[in-house]
Every structure is written in structure tokens, then in C-alpha cells.
């Protein structure tokens, strides 16, 4: 398949047998279910180190998948890939949309994505806490680990019933901005400024100005405080 073909998003019946396909006896319940690998992307996409498929495969579909056919296995390696490359993509912007099932209270489960997000950043070889500003990192990732269910016990148990529910209502509706500024965040640490190179040499301070003026240059565009 080429590269142009990798980059076409899942129609919904291609999402549906991706659906049916992480869910199958193919991965021995190993691989990450849609929730789970759409947050699970998302993080890798916004590393702050690029994590190669080569990396992040068998976090997503265990070590020894079951495959009964070479093209079983291309078929689902294509789907995986096609799918990474639409989050990649779809992170980088401003409007996205989370994939979410329900519990077992018809209420959105966030705790899947979540928890897929916290492992991606985990997969990274740098330690997210120790290449950024700890303190930013750490309060950028509270909604998920929140979310996730993952806060550490004796910081759970000292809040309220009721401030947990706000805690959570609160991590909810944040969650969406909190993905966007975390990619945002390590876009910088990815993309180190740029060295602008002068195409032509800088005058001498006796040169003519090359303004035209026909003044020195120290005496024109090279004055202190000139403006040209």
C-alpha cells in the first residue's frame, strides 16, 4: 500500500472491522480497544520524542498476535497505521473528537482513553517530568490521571464525595484543552528555532549604504537607532 493510501482516514465500516478486529481472539485480549488506542495515539503523536511504530506495535497489539494468514496480518497492520496516521493528524488541530463508550451507566467512560493516553506518554524514552517544567507537566496531565482513575490513594481518599464528582465534571470539560496544550507544549521541544542565514554579506561601516542613499553605511541604514 502507498504512502498516500496510509494517510486516507477509516470510513466507518473500516472502523467498524478495526472495532471487531482489536476485539477479536487474533490479540488474546492484549491489544488496546478504540478508546484505549485513539488515547493512546494521541499521546505518541504529541511526544516529545518521536516513538517509531516499531516502539509503540506491540504496546498496541501484544507480542504474539494470532494471525492466520500473512494478509490477515498486512490487513490489520493497515488499519492500525491508518488509524495512528489520522490521529497524528487530528491532534495537531483544533477540533477533535474523542472516541468515548458507555458505562455500565449509559454515562460516557473517559477511564479507557485516558488510561491509553497516561500509557503512551509512559512509552516515551524521555521521562515527560524530567524534559519539561515538572510542575506545568504535572497539572497539563492531572484530568487525565484523574480520568483514569489513577490519582494515588491517599490523595483520593481526603476529597469529598461531592468534590469528586465537581473534580471529575471539572477534568471532563477540560480534557479536550488539556490534549490540545500538552501537543502544543512539546511541539516546541520537537521544532528548536531555526538559524536565519543572511544571503548576502553585512556592509562595512565606511561601505556605501546599500539603500541608495549614498551615505556610509555607519552614516544611514547602520546608525544607531536609524530607521530604514
Not at 490534549?179 to 556592509?203: E, M, N
Amino acid at each position: 500500500m502507498s504512502d498516500a493510501d496510509l494517510g486516507k482516514p477509516l470510513s466507518q465500516d473500516e472502523f467498524n472491522q478495526l472495532e471487531r478486529l482489536l476485539d477479536s481472539d487474533l490479540f488474546r485480549g492484549d491489544a488496546l480497544l478504540p478508546d484505549e488506542l485513539q488515547g493512546f495515539f494521541f499521546a505518541v503523536a504529541s511526544a516529545p520524542d518521536f516513538i517509531p511504530p516499531s516502539r509503540w506495535l506491540p504496546a498496541v497489539i501484544g507480542e504474539a498476535p494470532d494471525f492466520a494468514t500473512d494478509e490477515e496480518a498486512q490487513r490489520a497492520l493497515e488499519l492500525i497505521m491508518r488509524f495512528y496516521n489520522h490521529c497524528v493528524k487530528t491532534v495537531a488541530g483544533e477540533d477533535f473528537e474523542l472516541i468515548l463508550y458507555r458505562d455500565e451507566n449509559d454515562e460516557l467512560d473517559f477511564a479507557p482513553w485516558c488510561s491509553g493516553y497516561l500509557a503512551g506518554v509512559e512509552l516515551s524514552e524521555e521521562d515527560w517530568m524530567d524534559v519539561g517544567d515538572a510542575e506545568e507537566i504535572g497539572e497539563l496531565l492531572f484530568p487525565f490521571i484523574v480520568l483514569a482513575n489513577a490519582l494515588p490513594d491517599e490523595e483520593r481518599r481526603v476529597i469529598k464525595p461531592a468534590e469528586w464528582r465537581q473534580l471529575v465534571q471539572s477534568c471532563q470539560d477540560s480534557l479536550g484543552d488539556a490534549i490540545a496544550q500538552i501537543h502544543a507544549y512539546w511541539l516546541v521541544v520537537r521544532s528548536p528555532p531555526t538559524t536565519v542565514r543572511r544571503d548576502t554579506p553585512k556592509p562595512g561601516r565606511n561601505d556605501r549604504c546599500p539603500c541608495g542613499s549614498g551615505k556610509k553605511w555607519k552614516q544611514c541604514c547602520g546608525a544607531p537607532g536609524a530607521l530604514h
